[in-house]
């Protein structure tokens, strides 16, 4: 059994020695034999981690092939700005490299279970590997994950079948441990547990079981109903066709917003390229429009929007969970 701990320029130290150390750790308690490894894309190299640039050493390239498990980490640097050192640029970087074709190619590999810490199931998620399957990432990046039309579930470690995934940088030693029972039996992973003096954290989420029931707070109801009901019953102003230019940090989206005012209700659609979908939950908030709306380029996301309209000329941002918002800047054609 092959378990290969890839490595990406600007990853986090944390995410791949903690499942490395716990694989390795139960490789001498196995009678099976487990080959741990670190690997990149490209081949073996010096891999330069996100923090202080500690250099780790990869001693192959990343196999898609043979069976076993892959485990992505995530990236460390910045959460305050849309710079090189941030973790989502360094993230999207990751995707766009070798790595986001070879890990399309893995999880199509039925011999392979791919797992990810933290961030790790973004750079899945930004690739658009992560549609309708269940996942969790560092909960700063939940929203985003939900953005990438994956289902964000908030637990420690998701089981979504051929893809496990673990939340914060400290849940790299929750998801190994749990692989390590579930491929090679909970006294396995209760020695390495004992080894390391550290117990699982969480109930490891499945898609299976009885569903919890649902528990409604009828006051929290009947305010969102009665504010849809004003927000949807005025915006003339909003109502037209508006020629628009969303400018994210990689690049500029054109796109073509008509919106109509039904019987007192604002719709629309937003038309990108050939692509024409329908702006959902569009709502009035004080002088602003909101809606959210599912966009293809740069990558495959769900925007939610803010604007407001002065004369012809429509303004705001767009923003996906914890990407910076990018501006939005239109006018009236029609």
Same mark, same amino acid.
């Given at each position: +059994?092959?378990?290969?701990?890839?490595?990406?320029?600007?990853?986090?130290?944390?995410?791949?020695?903690?499942?490395?150390?716990?694989?390795?750790?139960?490789? +001498?308690?196995?009678?099976?034999?487990?080959?741990?490894?670190?690997?990149?894309?490209?081949?073996?190299?010096?891999?330069?981690?996100?923090?202080?640039?500690?250099?780790?050493?990869?001693?192959d &390239?990343?196999?898609?092939?043979?069976?076993? @498990?892959?485990?992505?980490?995530?990236?460390?640097?910045?959460?305050?700005?849309?710079?090189?050192d941030?973790?989502?640029?360094?993230?999207?970087?990751?995707?766009?490299?070798? !790595?986001?074709?070879?890990? &399309?190619?893995? +999880?199509?590999?039925?011999?392979?279970? /791919?797992?990810?810490?933290?961030?790790?199931?973004? *750079?899945?998620?930004?690739?658009?590997?992560?549609?309708?399957?269940?996942?969790?990432?560092?909960?700063?990046?939940?929203e985003?994950?939900?953005?990438?039309?994956?289902?964000?579930?908030?637990?420690?470690?998701?089981?979504?079948?051929?893809?496990?995934?673990?939340?914060?940088?400290?849940?790299? !030693?929750?998801?190994?441990?749990?692989?390590?029972?579930?491929?090679?039996?909970?006294?396995?992973?209760?020695?390495?547990?004992?080894?390391?003096?550290?117990?699982?954290?969480g109930?490891?989420?499945?898609?299976? %079981?009885?569903?919890?029931?649902?528990?409604?707070?009828?006051?929290?109801?009947?305010?969102?109903?009665?504010? #849809?009901?004003?927000?949807?019953?005025?915006?003339?102003?909003?109502?037209g066709?508006?020629?628009?230019t969303?400018?994210?940090?990689?690049?500029?989206?054109?796109?073509?917003?008509?919106?109509?005012n039904?019987?007192?209700? !604002?719709?629309?659609?937003?038309?990108?390229?050939?692509?024409?979908?329908?702006?959902?939950?569009?709502?009035?908030? %004080?002088? #602003? /429009?909101?809606?959210?709306?599912?966009?293809?380029?740069? +990558?495959?996301?769900? /925007? &939610?929007?803010?604007?407001?309209?002065?004369?012809?000329? @429509?303004?705001?941002?767009?923003?996906?969970?914890?990407?910076?918002? #990018?501006?939005? *800047?239109?006018?009236?054609?029609?």
């Open positions: +059994m092959n378990v290969q701990i890839v490595l990406f320029d600007g990853f986090d130290l944390l995410d791949a020695i903690a499942p490395f150390e716990v694989f390795t750790a139960a490789a +001498m308690y196995s009678h099976e034999d487990i080959t741990v490894k670190l690997v990149s894309a490209e081949g073996k190299r010096l891999v330069r981690s996100g923090v202080n640039d500690v250099p780790l050493q990869a001693v &390239k990343l196999n898609i092939h043979d069976r076993g @498990i892959i485990v992505v980490p995530g990236a460390s640097g910045s959460i305050n700005h849309y710079g090189p941030s973790i989502p640029v360094k993230l999207k970087e990751a995707s766009e490299t070798a !790595l986001g074709s070879m890990l &399309k190619e893995a +999880m199509d590999n039925t011999e392979i279970l /791919l797992s990810t810490v933290c961030g790790g199931s973004l *750079i899945l998620a930004i690739a658009g590997l992560l549609t309708g399957r269940h996942a969790v990432t560092h909960h700063l990046g939940m985003l994950l939900n953005a990438t039309n994956a289902i964000a579930v908030n637990a420690r470690v998701v089981d979504d079948g051929d893809l496990v995934t673990s939340g914060g940088v400290t849940s790299g !030693l929750d998801l190994a441990l749990y692989l390590v029972e579930r491929g090679w039996g909970p006294r396995i992973a209760h020695a390495v547990e004992q080894l390391f003096e550290y117990e699982r954290r109930t490891v989420w499945k898609n299976d %079981g009885n569903a919890p029931q649902e528990i409604h707070d009828e006051s929290v109801k009947e305010s969102a109903s009665s504010h #849809s009901l004003t927000a949807t019953s005025d915006g003339i102003e909003f109502v066709k508006w020629d628009a969303i400018n994210t940090p990689i690049g500029k989206l054109a796109v073509l917003f008509d919106i109509k039904n019987d007192g209700k !604002l719709t629309g659609t937003g038309k990108q390229g050939e692509d024409i979908v329908p702006l959902d939950d569009v709502t009035i908030e %004080g002088n #602003s /429009l909101k809606w959210s709306m599912k966009v293809s380029k740069p +990558m495959r996301l769900t /925007l &939610k929007f803010t604007v407001s309209v002065d004369g012809d000329i @429509i303004s705001g941002e767009a923003k996906a969970g914890m990407l910076p918002s #990018s501006k939005l *800047i239109g006018a009236r054609i029609s």
